[in-house]
């Protein structure tokens, strides 16, 4: 088969990203032919082979200039530019010629989308109906939902301003995005992030997905409160790249964190168990706003962003791995990757979490937010030895899906739609 892989960026941004980089070298290993359309970045990983690509959109504000134009010039031209978001944010004419351009040379058997809105816009969605109409083939497009999107504006079912956990857009409620600011707290951005979903409601854009791909059955639960998803949406949880497990890792005496040091990963939590349980040595891993007061923390041992190797070791080597989230994840590789390094997880009960972590097997989950019942469940865990054991022994036995397993089963998938007449309202 010949599939077109479809999201906003083409390079390494974040989880999605390196989620398609991985599912593109996937079907690869299957026989499968794989292009890539999106937004053009000086740091692009992947491509096509015709080097047509959307202009880049920059939603962090006026930049500080460039070299040709010289720091007042380049705010200019970025002021200039970005005039111009708000509509193209609704509907985009060159997303929707030039992903046609690439429909045109590739003529795919599939496309499969991801992130999208606002720089790609659903615009692409009308290119694939409308292409395949034009050419009467059965085109099929598959998307995976790598958050909540399709029915909150600000992705993460959380009110910026509170931290409070929100389904209020649930049934097309969009004007509650600009009532609580979801967009960066901005009244601007969340108007417009409330009109572009009543715009798309109004014209049932998502009806031209043919299969959403859900990594947990707590958002596939969420978007199929959108009816023209509810029939079409199944779950297949994440895959994981696991690194090359080394026989005989001994374990050191520390509960590990790794992620990003941010309020959302519930970072507060976490410094307050820290500093009620002086007697217990902590390591956290990543990169983010509360590095400061992680550095100012006696017992937390900081080590910075690890990747590969070192990451792997200082999950291995830890007794056990803190997932505090106080946001709804959906299949955090994180709770993955610890398990299968047979490292027990503490882990939120919200959201996809508690699909992924067995209750007194391979850890615990604990209420989101609750200091006091995280300190006790750590320390109580710290000196359960016992306990301790039997999870670490359990988790060697998890296992998750592989890359090519994972493709294995969205190719099945995909070849079921090829049989079916995928018609459009």
Known sequence: MKILIVNKFLHANGGSETYIFNIGKGFEKLGHQVQYFGMEHPDRVVGND??????????????????????????????????GYPFRIIYSREAYKKITYVLEKFDPDAVHVNNFNFQLTPSILYAVKNYRNKKRKKLPIIMTAHDSQLVCPNHLMVIPGSGEICFACEGGKFSNCTKNRCIHNSRM????????????????AYRYIDLLVCPSDFLKEKLSTNPLLAKKAVTIHNFIQAADRQENVKKEDYVLYFGRYSEEKGIKTLLQICKSLPEIPFVFAGSGPFRDEILQTENIEERGFLSGK????????????????????????????????????LGSRLGGIPELIQEDVTGQLLTAGDADAWTGAVKALWEDEERLDRYTDNCKKVSFYTVVGYCDILQSKIKELMQEDCQYE
């Open 50 to 83: 015709w080097d047509c690509y959307t202009g880049s959109m920059d939603f962090r504000g006026a930049g500080g200039g460039d070299k040709a134009d010289g720091p007042a010039g380049g705010r200019l031209r970025k002021l200039i530019e970005q005039a």
């Open 310 to 345: 070192e990451l792997y070791l200082a999950i291995a080597r830890a007794r056990f791995v803190l997932f505090p989230s106080i946001c709804n994840e959906n299949c955090p590789f994180s709770v993955m990757e610890a398990q299968m390094y047979g490292t027990p997880v």
């Open 189 to 204: 951005k969340s108007i417009l992030a409330s009109a572009e979903g009543y715009l798309y409601k109004w014209l049932k």
